[in-house]
């Protein structure tokens, strides 16, 4: 929907609501225009910003004799739990490979002596990671201050060069900080500004995160330990082993990248009010990173047979993920949406009620042309709020305010009085709120075909 509005100012006048800085949408909007499917085009980012983040690992790692094991950590990666971010249309892609860049970017103005375009390509990545997610001016900000204080620690000089990059890099952080506040205003005037539950900061979902981490690179670092500690190891010449090692400033720039899960959720807690475990999906990046460069910690096996070993082992581990997610992918995206269920309707003359808005558009999208002009979605804020998360009833809602929503949207008590016959479809999301309210309406219900547990038929 953002990407589609026709003018810079039309784009500004709900930007607030979709709460999204604009590179993902522009990239989007400029997809649409390829010979695409609308449900690749809106991927395509997403898909790119992964392929963006192999290249990068493999740059970061990549260094005299160190090939292999740059391709093993690529290899990691792609391999990976990052697969799953690669059919959203959502920032995550996209901020994975503008992370990864930034990391090449400032690595490479850092080592060599002609480094002005990767100077400008850090201030560059740094300015498109902060206007592609929320938190991106921390996922590249943060590596970078930790490897440059380190850097300066050991070199008793501080690179200005690099500092000025990173800071005018930085500088659309102040749209971000706009953008925040314009949100924090629709929701005051349509919600009054309470927090989601299931949103919430707290331990808990700060310590969901770093499971989240620790379940998506578990094989990782297994094959570290078993790397570093029961393969034979050769002993490398002095002169081999400087030329592979990496310094200390990169071994800080990748943990920098681990510390912005802390980063952000602290923004959360003080500023934002909304977290999710999966705003720290950058990590998947650093710890593939991690992965390459701890390869080069004791020597080689043979021609890096080592890195070999490795990228062998995450092949046939993860390799059934893969084709699992391929089987998984199958079919047309009307067949595997929430519309789907609708199919024992051909002609109705009464209303279909979409009980989660979550699934409203998609259904609005994908349904027949006979029963789209009977879709409705019934909305109830004061439920909304009591439920675990209302933030994507908040959006639909304001988009409706603005005109720009394409589907209509009924208040509940207005509905009930009009309607005693209709259907609702129900995702079964725990924020959906409907069916509770309709039961203490003393609507009855029942369900329209036996082996589909997701549509019924209410009547009063």
């Known amino acids: 929907m953002v990407a589609s509005q026709p003018s810079i100012g039309a784009y500004f006048r709900i930007e607030g609501v ?16 390829l010979p695409l499917s609308p449900e690749v085009s809106a991927r395509l980012p997403s898909l790119l910003g992964l392929l963006l983040a192999g290249w990068a690992i493999f740059f970061f790692i990549d260094r005299k004799g160190m090939r292999l094991a740059a391709s093993a950590a690529a290899v990691s990666f792609f391999l990976g739990s990052s697969l799953n971010w690669a059919g959203e249309s959502r920032p995550y892609g996209l901020a994975m490979g503008l992370t990864g860049v930034v990391l090449v970017c400032w690595q490479r103005s850092a080592r060599e002596t002609k480094r002005g375009w990767w100077l400008t390509g850090l201030a560059v990545s740094l300015a498109l990671l902060t206007l592609t997610f929320p938190f991106g001016f921390l996922c590249g900000g943060i590596p970078v201050v930790c490897a440059e204080f380190v850097r300066w620690r050991e070199r008793r000089a501080f690179d200005w060069n690099v500092a ?3 800071g005018v890099g930085l500088l659309p952080v102040l749209f971000i900080f706009w953008l925040s506040a314009q949100v924090k ?19 808990g979902n700060l310590a969901a995160s770093v499971i989240f981490l620790v379940r998506s690179t578990s094989i990782e670092i297994l094959l570290i330990a ?18 592979r090692a990496f310094r200390p400033w990169e071994w800080a720039a990748v943990a920098g990248v681990f510390l912005t899960v802390f980063a952000i959720w602290g923004m959360a807690v003080v500023y934002t009010h909304y977290y999710f475990a999966r705003y720290g999906c950058v990590t998947l990046v650093a710890t593939s990173l991690a992965f390459g460069m701890c390869l080069s910690l004791r020597g ?3 021609r890096d047979v080592t890195a070999l070993i490795a990228a062998s082992l995450i092949c046939v581990v993860f390799g059934r993920g893969l084709v699992r997610q391929i089987r998984e992918g199958s079919g047309s995206p009307a067949d595997r949406s929430s ?10 003359s009464e209303p279909i009620v979409i009980s989660s808005a979550l699934s409203y558009q998609q259904v609005g999208r994908y349904t027949s042309a006979e029963l789209r002009p009977n879709l409705i ?14 933030v994507p009833e908040f959006t639909i809602l304001t988009y409706r ?11 509940y008590a207005a509905f009930v009085r009009e309607h005693e016959r209709f259907y609702l479809l129900t995702d079964f999301n725990s924020s959906e709120y409907l069916p509770g309210l309709l039961e203490q309406a003393e609507y009855r219900k029942t369900q329209v075909s036996p082996l589909n547990t997701r549509l019924y038929h209410y009547q009063r």
Request: proline fraction near 10%; hydrophobic fraction near 50%; avoid cysteine.
């Open 401 to 411: 305010n603005l005109g720009v929503l394409p589907l209509p949207i009924a208040d």
């Open 164 to 166: 000025i990059a990173t």
């Open 185 to 203: 205003v629709a929701l005051l005037n349509q919600f009054h500004g309470i927090n989601p539950l299931v949103a919430r900061p707290s331990l």
């Open 377 to 390: 979605f019934v909305s109830e804020p004061a439920a909304a709020l009591r439920t675990r998360d209302f």
């Open 226 to 243: 078993v790397i570093l500690r029961l393969l034979p190891i050769r002993k490398r010449e002095k002169q081999e082993s400087d030329l």
């Open 339 to 348: 519309a789907a269920a609708l199919a024992p309707l051909k002609q109705v």
């Open 18 to 33: 979709d709460a999204q800085p604009p590179v993902l949408a522009s990239l989007v909007r400029a997809a649409s225009h």
């Open 300 to 302: 080689s096996v043979g």
